[in-house]
C-alpha cells in the first residue's frame, strides 16, 4: 500500500496503473516458494519472495521504497 501511495503523491492517479507485478512459484506444493518481480513504468525494480503470494508482492514493494530512500541512489518513482 504505501508504494503505490508514493507513486500517487509523483503521478495523480495514473500512477496506478504504472506498477505491475510478475509473480511465479517454485518448489512442491507443501513447500511452496513465491517470488514477486515489480515494474514500475515498464522497468524492474526488485524481486521479493515469501511463503504466500502476498508475501511476496509486499516483499519486493518493501525493496523499492528503499531503493527510493537511499541518498546514494539515483533513481526515483
Known amino acids: ?3 503505490n501511495d508514493r ?10 496503473k504504472m506498477v505491475r507485478y510478475g509473480n ?6 507443501h ?7 515489480v515494474y514500475i513504468g515498464g522497468s524492474y525494480w526488485a524481486t521479493g519472495y515469501g511463503r504466500q ?8 514493494a518493501r ?4 531503493i527510493v530512500d537511499n541518498p546514494y541512489d539515483s533513481r526515483s518513482l
Open 24 to 29: 511465479h512459484k517454485e518448489g512442491p506444493a
Open 63 to 66: 525493496q523499492v521504497l528503499q
Open 7 to 16: 507513486i500517487q503523491k509523483v503521478h495523480g492517479m495514473g500512477g496506478q
Open 31 to 37: 513447500e511452496v516458494v513465491w517470488y514477486s518481480d
Open 1 to 3: 500500500m504505501t508504494l
Open 53 to 60: 503470494l502476498h508475501s511476496a508482492e509486499e516483499d519486493a
